[in-house]
């Protein structure tokens, strides 16, 4: 079993920052990708950013490319995402992920997901 705990939620204002993290434990996997989806109220959940752990290649959703930031730290087992340039419609719970095998944007080819975490951003 793998366990997914995120934390770095928060309210900011437009334009503001914040950095999510996600440290996975438990079972452990020779490939494997960590992926960010959010869900607004109202709305489906989407993707958001994807990044395989052994290689680093990343992946980003149109609406937030050139804004957010996805990176993982091998050392202490966390991955991030480093949101700037915020902006009200980026409200929404987001939701770290765990896919073994390789890079999709899909969420049912998910395998493990947290409990997610509140973005709040105001205009």
């Known amino acids: 079993q793998v366990q997914l705990v995120e934390s770095g939620g928060g309210l900011v204002q437009a334009g503001g920052s914040l950095r999510l993290s996600c440290a996975p434990s438990g079972r452990t996997f020779s490939s494997y990708v960590m992926g960010w989806f959010r869900q607004a109220p109202g709305k489906e959940r989407e993707f958001v950013a994807a990044?395989?752990?052994?290689?680093?290649?990343?992946y980003y959703a149109n609406s937030v490319k050139g804004r957010f930031t996805i990176s993982r730290d091998n050392a202490k087992n966390t991955v991030y995402l480093q949101m700037d340039s915020l902006k009200p419609e980026d409200t929404a719970v987001y939701y770290c992920s765990l896919r073994i095998g390789v890079p999709t944007l899909r969420e049912t080819e998910y395998n493990y997901w947290g409990q997610g975490t509140q973005v709040t951003v105001s205009s």
């Open positions: 990044i395989t752990w052994s290689g680093g290649n990343t």
